[in-house]
């Protein structure tokens, strides 16, 4: 699936089994560099300042298939850490506000559990080391109970349906007496 792009990203020309233009000829995709003449339909240009940007979980990465490192040389590999959530009840209501501003998030719902979702995600991200989730997972779990309402069956499956999920593989704690 990969291989007329790779083709692309180093530099080459391809062409697709696929037709285009009133001449119906197979569409080609050429690099900016070795493309002098004007564009005809079936051609598609692609200019040395054109990069792919794209995100990719961590735990997706490792579990879903092994990247052939013919893949993954002609990537970079920048790894993001979620955002630190602070420690303090005032300080974690105010990011919790400014990620709802951010998302264009309201309602009454949301207002009242947003409290209470900063710190399930607080306490997630310092319950197991290296398995901290990001902001994503709380505008999941806010949108949930916007549209389910607020309260403990509510917050409950919240929990279960968002947190639950990125927690599996994380080995039993085991307490020693």
């Not at 409290?115 to 997972?137: K, L, M, Q």
């Amino acid at each position: 699936a990969f291989g007329q792009l790779f083709t692309v990203l180093s530099g080459q020309k391809v062409q697709l089994p696929f037709t285009k233009g009133k001449a119906e000829k197979e569409v080609e995709v050429v690099p900016g560099e070795e493309f002098e003449k004007p564009v005809e339909d079936n051609e598609f240009v692609v200019p040395e300042s054109w990069r792919i940007l794209a995100t990719m979980n961590t735990y997706d990465k490792t579990s879903l298939y092994e990247m052939s490192y013919a893949f993954m040389r002609r990537f970079s590999f920048i790894r993001i850490e979620a955002p630190k959530i602070p420690e303090d009840s005032q300080e974690r209501a105010d990011l919790m506000d400014n990620y709802i501003e951010a998302w264009d998030m309201t309602g009454e719902v949301i207002s009242k559990e947003a409290e209470a979702v900063g710190e399930i995600w607080y306490r997630v991200n310092n319950a197991v080391e290296g398995r901290e989730i990001g902001p994503a997972i709380a505008k999941d779990m806010l949108e949930f109970l916007n549209e389910s309402g607020s309260g403990k069956a509510s917050n409950t499956a919240a929990i279960t349906n968002f947190i639950f999920p990125q927690l599996e593989g994380v080995p039993e704690r085991k307490e020693i007496v």
